[in-house]
Nanobody
Framework: QVQLVESGGGLVQAGGSLRLSCAAS????????VGWYRQAPGKQRELVAA???????KYADSVKGRFTISRDNAKNTVYLQMNSLKPEDTAVYYC?????????????WGQGTQVTVSS
């Protein structure tokens, strides 16, 4: 079982910055890909940023140039640096990790962290 715990959300004014963290724990062999998703009220969950071992990084068009995903493999932690935040970035942010545990693949989600951007 792989657990993901997000932190770093909060309330920030438009134009401000936040850094989200997602720490993975449990008995896994490797993490192949990580991603940050968000879900605003009344909307579907959408991909914000992703990083995979073989596929590099990708970002939603709405966050390109403002958000950066990074990984610290030694700490089993993935980050999302969010700059120049806009009110439309307000959402619950979730991290996802996919990889391998003994004998099978896994895909785990964190519990989510609220990001609220005021105008």
């Amino acid at each position: 079982q792989v657990q993901l715990v997000e932190s770093g959300g909060g309330l920030v004014q438009a134009g401000g910055s936040l850094r989200l963290s997602c720490a993975a724990s449990g008995s896994f062999l490797r993490i192949n890909a990580v991603g940050w998703y968000r879900q605003a009220p009344g909307k579907q969950r959408e991909l914000v940023a992703a990083d995979s071992s073989g596929g590099g990084t990708k970002y939603a068009d709405s966050v390109k140039g403002r958000f950066t995903i990074s990984r610290d493999n030694a700490k089993n932690t993935v980050y999302l640096q969010m700059n120049s935040l806009k009110p439309e970035d307000t959402a619950v942010y979730y991290c996802n990790a996919e990889g391998r545990v003994l004998f099978q693949d896994f895909s785990s989600w964190g519990q989510g962290t609220q990001v609220t951007v005021s105008s």
